[in-house]
């Protein structure tokens, strides 16, 4: 149950679209399309941004979005606002239990 | 709204044991699939267990298998998780989580265990 992979940090400028990878493997991202996306700003809880590898719920604003290709899943951000910096995880399905993501940090310039 | 509350969470001693608690509100409690998810200090997220609307299956990540036990009343909306065997590495805090779609869709604020001599 080892976590999935992401870059520790990533940063862009207001207005630009940035996109942060999570790398797993053929037994969890690569077999199952049950990927989420997570936000959180520090000392407050996680909230849920994408689901099911590109699903948006209710209020998520559409500047999110969500992809993925072989065991590597990708969240886009564009149109990057001061509002988005925050720490991103992620999450797949893996059989009978589920695995996050290392987190990354997302600064905007 | 949906509401979740956490509980229970304090200082506890290695080998010690603790309960936890999560009062649901806002929702139909039991229809909906619970998990537990934790976070060291300074770290990132980490799922625990999870648990059926009926109770009827359980999981639970390999580190905490054989020490925790989750369970739930759907007559009081409450999801439990039981800790046993506490180690230093269970530091966390502890959130309380609705799961739809295979994705934690809505978080409690979360409570704090402490497992320190």
């Known amino acids: 149950q080892s976590a999935l992979t992401q870059p520790a940090s990533v940063s862009g400028s207001p207005g630009q679209s940035i996109t942060l990878s999570c790398t797993g493997t053929s037994s969890d991202v690569g077999s199952y399309n049950l990927v989420s996306w997570y936000q959180q700003y520090p000392g407050k809880a996680p909230k849920l941004m994408i689901y099911e590898v590109s699903k948006r719920p209710s209020g998520v604003s559409n500047r999110f979005s969500g992809s993925k290709s072989g065991n590597t899943a990708s969240l886009t951000i564009s149109g990057l606002q001061a509002e988005d910096e925050a720490d991103y995880y992620c999450c797949s399905y893996a059989g009978t239990h589920y695995v996050f993501g290392t987190g990354t940090e997302v600064t905007v310039l | 709204e949906v509401q979740l509350v956490e509980s229970g969470g304090d200082l506890v001693q290695p080998g010690g044991s603790l309960r936890l608690s999560c009062a649901a509100s806002g929702f139909t409690f039991s229809t909906y699939w619970m998990s537990w998810v934790r976070q060291a200090p300074g770290k990132g997220l980490e799922w625990v267990a999870n648990?059926?609307?009926?109770?009827?299956?359980?999981y639970y990540m390999d580190s905490v298998k054989g020490r925790f036990t989750i369970s739930r009343d759907n007559a009081k909306n409450s999801l439990f998780l039981q800790m046993n065997s506490l180690r230093a590495e269970d530091t966390a805090v502890y959130y309380c989580a609705t799961s739809t779609n295979h994705a934690t869709s809505s978080w409690g604020q979360g409570t704090l265990v402490t497992v320190s001599s």
């Open positions: 648990i059926k609307h009926d109770g009827t299956q359980k």
